[in-house]
């Protein structure tokens, strides 16, 4: 029993406890409101309001924990005491957490608000420095990262990038929020030696006002390593696909037979001379002879590469060395040539241009390959040497050279042609006579007028006004010429037949003058007319020995040689040779013979009858022909003039011409030919 109210007694107190620790939490609640989290702007004004508590009356709040004492109450409400910045919260964050006291009367209780600083974008990017330089080898391959330029947000942690330029750059970005610059094309340190950028970052992928950016300048050095053996000098550069090398075409140079040359020997194009292929290393060089110097003839100095003479070449033709030159400081990296000497015999003269200066001219339109004339003349120009060696003045191994233009060439006769366009102005350059045996070798001055396209050429003769007169002279003259050739045709086409005719009686006055004693003094023959049977109607070709002139009788001379009483038949040489040669009496003896029936005959035997003129063969030339004949009588008729009349009109009567055909109607002309031609021949046995 005892027990059971022992036991009633604590469950009392218990319930007494308890019902006091409800009253006091209770209590409790009513004097602070509850844990609360509020969010806060960075750059905030002072005083502004952070949040506001509802509480009881008589209720005081006091801040008892003030982180960065930014924060005090003001009634109900937690105000801010100072600017917040998010990039000045201390390590913990941006969570600031105060602790306010609820007071009343003999009553304290505390609460807790949490306050979180929200960040801003009010801070550009920032790179560590304005101007960054950087150095890169050439030939560094593509896609190598050759630097990473950062820049600092304390508002943002993702960036973004750009490069400028960005189209055919040497450099690249890896991606716009990643800034490795990469090697994008091939370094060549003689293409490229400095490559100047900008790099630009902001805060945002996308532009707008509240986007922060900034910038900064990067430079890149190409530095030249030792990729490049030594360049002989002279050379021609050429790109083997990424690699850059010279072409050095080797050294040349002549000795004398049996003779050593004091000094250094003169070579063409230049002295052996290398260079260091990576140009702004220019890494020493060395030379030595490894090959063709079997005999010891030349050595070459090791530092400057001049060759001489340790003794004399005995024997003719050329020697070929090989000359190494090699740098000093690595030995992989080297280079060959070679120098061809000629062993000649010693030349007493060089050669010597005519003139020591050329002076020509050329239009800036002329085509490629076009002469240079010579100044004031339309001739081409041509330079000239002479060598005192030969007793012509000319050399055979003479050659003609311009070593330094790449405007003009001269051909191995001398003469100047253009090889590429020029502009108008002057040229000049130096032109060399070189004697190819020896290398002797004289130089000459060659000064070139370019004229403007269209310009009038200065020929400095003629101008163009004086060539127009001239043209329109000419002109005058040809048609004056066309004229009076016009009336000449038509004078001798109206005398054709008068002309035929007159050759023709010409003709058979120079036959009859003919005997068995031979052609008659003043006169001579031709066999001409019996070389073309075609023609048909006359006897023979004019010959070109006779004068084709008659001479004009008068009227009173003529009438007297025409007179029967005058007129006697032809029976004595001396007779003949008036008649054949007093044309006067042609028409004369015509009509005499047309009196005495004279018939022209051609015939194998030997006619004494009257009245016949023949000509007696001693034996026929052809056998198979016939011996008829024909006899064309004189009919007094006249013909027309395109049948190849055998007669002809004028002051005379007629003159028969006979023609001889074969009876049977063969028209051989090659046997024809043979028998007018034997007949001609057969002089011992003619008779007139």
């Known amino acids: 029993m005892e027990l059971k109210r022992s036991g009633v007694a604590v469950y009392a107190l218990l319930s007494v406890l308890i019902v006091f620790s409800v009253y006091q939490h209770a209590e409790a609640q009513m004097l602070c409101p509850p844990e609360t989290d509020v969010t806060v702007q960075e750059n905030n004004t002072i005083g502004s309001i952070v949040t506001t508590f509802n509480i009881l009356d008589g209720v005081t709040l006091t801040v008892t924990t003030n982180p960065m004492d930014a924060f005090e109450m003001k009634g109900q409400n937690l105000v801010t005491t100072k600017v917040l910045d998010y990039e000045d919260l201390p390590p913990s964050g941006s969570v600031l957490i105060v602790i306010i006291a609820c007071e009343k009367s003999s009553s304290v209780e505390t609460m807790r608000v949490i306050v979180i600083v929200e960040n801003v974008n009010d801070n550009p990017p920032v790179f560590e420095k304005s101007h960054f330089t950087i150095s890169v080898n050439e030939l560094t391959p593509k896609g190598t990262s050759v630097a990473r330029i950062e820049a600092e947000d304390l508002d943002s942690s993702t960036l973004y990038y750009h490069l400028e330029p960005e189209m055919d750059a040497y450099f690249s970005l890896e991606s ?194 076009s002469m240079v004339l010579e100044k004031n003349s339309q001739r081409p120009l041509r330079v000239q040497a002479t060598d005192e060696d030969f007793a012509s003045g000319i050399n055979p191994d003479m050659v003609y050279e311009i070593p330094n233009s790449n405007d003009f060439a001269v051909t191995a006769e001398g003469f100047v042609l253009s090889k590429k366009d020029v502009t108008p102005g002057t040229v000049d350059f130096q032109i060399r006579a070189v004697d190819s045996s020896n290398g002797e070798a004289d130089t000459a001055a060659i000064y070139v007028e370019v004229l403007p396209e269209g310009s009038t050429v200065p020929t400095g003769l003629y101008h163009m006004e004086d060539m127009a007169a001239l043209g329109a002279s000419l002109a005058a003259v040809v048609l004056l010429c066309l004229v009076v050739i016009g009336l000449l045709a038509f004078r001798i086409r109206k005398g054709k037949a008068d002309w035929q005719k007159l050759t023709e009686a010409t003709i058979f006055r120079s036959a009859f003058a003919r005997g068995s004693t031979g052609p008659k003094e003043g006169l001579e023959y031709t066999n001409d007319g019996f070389q073309n049977d075609g023609d048909t109607g006359s006897l023979s070709k004019v010959p070109q020995e006779i004068d084709l002139r008659l001479d004009t009788m008068t009227g009173a001379k003529a009438k007297e040689a025409s007179s029967p009483e005058k007129t006697t038949p032809v029976t004595s040489q001396s007779q003949f040779n008036t008649f054949l040669h007093d044309t006067g009496s042609l028409a004369g003896s015509e009509k005499a013979d047309s009196e005495k029936e004279v018939k022209p005959i051609l015939t194998k035997e030997r006619r004494n009858e009257d009245g016949y003129k023949s000509v007696w063969f001693k034996e026929d030339i052809d056998p198979g022909a016939k011996e008829e004949v024909v006899i064309i009588p004189d009919n007094g008729e006249q013909e027309d003039d395109d049948d190849d009349d055998d007669s002809f009109e004028g002051e005379h009567s007629p003159v028969t011409v006979p023609k001889v055909m074969f009876a049977d109607g063969q028209k051989d002309e090659k046997k024809a030919d043979k028998n007018r031609a034997s007949a001609l021949e057969e002089e011992d046995g003619m008779d007139l």
Not at 213 to 218: D, E, N, Q, V
Not at 309 to 325: C, E, F, Q
Not at 363 to 369: K, T, V
Request: proline share 7%; glycine share 8%.
């Open 176 to 369: 716009s929020t990643n800034p490795n610059i990469l090697v994008a094309k091939h370094l060549d340190y003689d293409i490229i030696q400095r490559e100047t950028m900008v790099i630009h970052v902001q805060d945002s992928p996308e532009g707008g006002l509240d986007v922060f950016s900034s910038s900064a300048t990067i430079t890149i050095n190409i530095v030249d390593i030792d990729n490049r053996p030594p360049w002989f000098q002279p050379c021609t550069e050429m790109m083997v696909d990424l690699a850059k090398i010279c072409i050095n075409s080797g050294y040349r140079g002549t000795v004398n037979l049996t003779e050593q040359a004091s000094g250094p020997l003169t070579l063409l194009p230049s002295p052996v001379y290398a260079v260091d292929g990576d140009t702004s290393r220019n890494e020493a060089i060395g030379y030595s002879i490894i090959g063709g110097n079997e005999d010891g003839i030349f050595d070459i100095s090791p530092n400057n590469g001049n060759v001489t003479m340790l003794k004399a070449a005995d024997v003719p033709g050329p020697i070929i060395l090989t000359v190494l030159a090699v740098q000093v400081v690595n030995s992989n990296q080297f280079a060959t040539t070679t120098v061809v000497f000629t062993v000649v015999k010693r030349s007493i003269h060089p050669p010597k241009f005519v003139k020591q200066r050329y002076d020509g001219y050329i239009s800036s339109d002329s085509e490629l390959g």
